[in-house]
């Protein structure tokens, strides 16, 4: 199509056809398409418009992808607001994870109905996940397409892969500090937390590449329930702390069987005595315990060490006697062990309530379970004396947007979690610690913790055992190093076991050529290899373009220029003549 201007309207001509188009002077309009179509009969090239924009459009393109390709483009960084705008309504989105657990879902609300009551002007929406990798998964996915939630439950590993696009999680240091609305600041509408009453250790996990990136929510480790009816059955004693070798006796000595193929210790024909419901965190703890590496806080990969092959080989040992496995290959440890067909399950504190003869949450039928005592312990340790437990638990991050306000209002909910009445609620509900010295000590929760026993439910005494546990031992747990690609090193942690345990079943020999291999395939499996051992953040600086690239995208300018030049040329003699042809 050729667009021109008659007497100052507007047409549009498409194969020397007026398709549209308005003039006063109709006379002067037909007069000078007539002459238009003169020149074009002996000038054909001179209306190429279209393909030469094209082309100009093409180069410019190529020129910019090219040089864009090095860096994406970056967010705003968030500056606080002086003043929170209440004359304007806001939306918040607010994406968290709960199982089946109703309570917990009602929590959530009526914390959202309590934060709206005092901030009218604001509206939360909250989305439900059953699974913190989907919530990561969907994080990763809105980045790319600018439709991220403002406030998400999440975990530091998560944090530092969102980093990659830069500005996208707020740091929170300047928020925190702000006199007005920062931690117990002075112009919000409820009793604030001060940065001081959050236990130092939580928040301490929070921080990374010198920045807090998000505030704890809550806070849980793992525990081994244990089948203490079925050990003493056995003929041994729990000790005061478990151990590995412990652990693994008794696992061996359970695997007894009677005349009729069932077990002796529960008569059952299923028995699997040990059972873990997360890998990754097993093999994390193991290497922690036995102070091996894992990886630096630089980032450099340290996993794949004659100690995790050690850790492997007896791990094998096990599951070719049938006395160990895992959760992905066998199902919940809680089912195995309300049913009697397991001993030692490790689980987080916060699946306290699946656990347990008289346990609130069952997933197995009432006929199927066992009347056992259950014993909250530790998990296993290599060193009683220095036992080393996993810190866990999600914590709560703010994305940015490109309105302050809007962010801001993020903020204000995100400290409205940290509230005494969320905190113990929500804790209440599994075998979680509430995060702020100031909720653990309250009342409530005291009262709460002195009730132990009480019934089955709110009351439950292997849940209250389990919260108890992570209380006693806060000194004893650690976090592993974050950084972009650290989610995936735990995912790889993890992976070696299962690896390990599908072959052992399959009757493959695990020898050091299958551990090398194995190591290999993993690296490749999640990327390991291209995690940069020079960062401490997931925000990467590319720095300048290498020469080589340089000097290919200035030839391609330069040839690109001019090819322009020749068709400027060509463009401006072709204009010439037409000028020509209308003076005539």
Request: glycine share 6%; hydrophobic share 35%.
């Amino acid at each position: 199509a050729l667009k021109a201007n008659v007497s100052g309207k507007r047409i549009i001509i498409v194969d020397d056809s007026i398709v549209r188009g308005e003039t006063a002077n109709h006379r002067s309009f037909k007069r000078r398409y007539k002459r238009m179509r003169l020149f074009r009969q002996k000038h054909p090239g001179a209306f190429h418009q279209k393909p030469f924009l094209l082309f100009s459009l093409a180069a410019l393109s190529s020129v910019t992808l090219l040089t864009g390709c090095h860096g994406a483009k970056d967010q705003s960084a968030f500056t606080i607001p002086g003043e929170f705008d209440t004359s304007r309504d806001y939306e918040i989105t607010f994406w968290a994870k709960n199982d089946t657990n109703k309570t917990q879902t009602e929590i959530y609300k009526k914390a959202i109905s309590d934060f709206e009551a005092l901030y009218p002007n604001i509206t939360v929406d909250l989305r439900l996940y059953t699974d913190y990798g989907k919530i990561y998964n969907d994080v990763i996915t809105n980045i790319a397409t600018g439709t991220t939630p403002n406030v998400c439950i999440t975990y530091p590993d998560h944090i530092a892969t969102y980093l990659t696009g830069n500005d996208t999680v707020v740091p929170l240091d300047d928020l925190m500090a702000d006199s007005s609305y920062g931690l117990g600041g002075d112009k919000l509408e409820f009793a604030s937390v001060k940065k001081d009453e959050i236990i130092p250790r939580f928040l301490q996990e929070c921080s990374f590449s010198g920045h807090y990136y998000a505030l704890p929510f809550m806070r849980s480790t793992e525990a081994c329930y244990v089948n203490k009816t079925y050990v003493e059955k056995l003929g041994y004693t729990l000790p005061e702390t478990l151990t590995w070798d412990f652990v693994w006796e008794v696992s061996e000595a359970a695997m007894a069987q009677n005349a009729d193929g069932t077990y002796k210790v529960n008569d059952q024909n299923v028995l699997i005595p040990f059972i873990d419901k997360s890998t990754d965190n097993m093999m994390i703890e193991m290497l922690k315990q036995k102070n091996a590496g894992y990886s630096t806080d630089s980032g450099e990969i340290q996993l794949f060490n004659d100690t995790t092959a050690s850790l492997l080989d007896t791990i094998a040992e096990h599951v070719k006697t049938g006395a160990f496995s895992t959760f992905k290959i066998s199902s919940y440890p809680a089912n195995f062990l309300n049913a009697g067909q397991c001993i030692f399950a490790i689980d987080s504190t916060a699946g306290s309530t699946w656990m347990g003869t008289n346990a609130p949450l069952v997933d197995i039928s009432s006929d199927a379970l066992v009347d056992f005592e259950t014993e909250v312990m530790t998990i296993p340790q290599f060193d009683p004396d220095n036992p080393q437990m996993i810190s866990q638990g999600p914590s709560v991050c703010i994305f940015n947007k490109k309105d302050p306000q809007e962010v801001l209002a993020s903020w204000l909910f995100t400290q409205y979690l940290l509230t005494n009445d969320v905190q113990t609620a929500y804790s209440e509900t599994e075998g979680y610690v509430p995060v702020t010295s100031k909720a653990q000590e309250s009342d409530q929760y005291q009262d709460y913790l002195s009730r132990e026993g009480e019934d089955n439910s709110t009351y439950y005494d292997v849940k209250i055992k389990a919260s108890r546990l992570l209380l006693d031992n806060v000194e004893h747990t650690f976090v592993t190093p974050v950084f972009n690609g650290s989610a995936s090193l735990r995912d790889a942690a993890g992976q070696l076991i299962e690896s390990v345990t599908k072959s052992v079943r399959r009757k493959q020999e695990i020898d050091d050529a299958y551990i090398d291999k194995l190591y290999s395939d993993v690296t490749s499996l999640y990327h390991l290899d291209q995690i940069s051992s020079d960062q401490s953040s997931g925000k990467k600086e590319l720095g300048p373009l290498p020469a080589e690239s340089r000097i290919l995208l200035g030839s391609l300018a330069v040839v690109w220029g001019l090819i322009l030049l020749y068709l400027l040329l060509e463009r401006l003699k072709k204009k010439k003549g037409y000028c020509s042809l209308r003076s005539q």
